[in-house]
Structure formats: C-alpha cells, structure tokens
C-alpha cells in the first residue's frame, strides 16, 4: 500500500519561509518522479515543482522559480520543498504526488502523470 505523508505546512508571514516534507512508503522511490502541487480555494489544482528520477532535473512553475526548492533523498524516501519569499499568493494547500512516468517537464507538470498522491498540508501566508 502507498502512502505519502506531507508534513511542515503552516501560517507563515510574507517573505517568510517555510519547508514542506513529503515521507514515501510501499513503492520503489527511486524510480518515481515525484510533485508538489498546490490547490488555494476555488481554484484548480496547479503544478508547483518536479524531481525526475530518469535525469538529475528538477522542474518549477514560473509562479514559483527563484523562490522554491525541491529535493529529494533516495536513501529517506522523502522529498521536500523549500519555500522561500512567499507571497499570499502562495497560500493554497500543498500536494505530494508521485508518478511512474518518464519525467520529462511535459509529464511532470501534468496532473493526470501521477499516480499517487498525500493527503496534503496548508500552507497560509499572511500578510
């Protein structure tokens, strides 16, 4: 049974910072890409930030790049993302997902790519 555990969200001040975990258990870690997506109230569910494991490439919305991080470590199963200069704009509650696909920008950003996801974590950014 797969299971992705988000953890680290919260209330933060703008041009705060806050990290994200994500714990992954009951599938071979390694050889998935894993997401951040986010989802603010009333809106749809959005690409954040991508880790392939095919190549060593990591993919950002444009919303975010410059200002989140993200990372993973094979031998923890986890992935984290590192939030920094948020915005109010950045509240929203935040995904993990993980997906068997090539990890291409193309696949990485599409919703419909992952085939796992966590129960997500809030994150609001006050102003």
């Known amino acids: 049974q797969v299971q992705l555990v988000e953890s680290g969200g919260g209330l933060v001040q703008v041009g705060g910072s806050l990290r994200l975990s994500c714990a992954a258990s009951?599938?071979?870690?390694?050889?998935?890409?894993m997401g951040w997506f986010r989802q603010a109230p009333g809106k749809e569910r959005e690409f954040v930030a991508a880790v392939s494991w095919v190549v060593p490439a990591t993919y950002y919305a444009d919303s975010v790049k410059g200002r989140f991080t993200i990372s993973r470590d094979n031998a923890k199963n986890t992935v984290s993302l590192q939030m920094n200069s948020l915005k109010p704009e950045d509240t929203a509650v935040y995904y993990c997902a993980a997906s068997g696909d090539s990890g291409s920008y193309s696949s990485a950003r599409r919703i419909q790519s992952y085939d796992y996801w966590g129960q997500g974590t809030r994150v609001t950014v006050s102003s």
């Open positions: 009951g599938l071979t870690f390694r050889r998935y890409t």
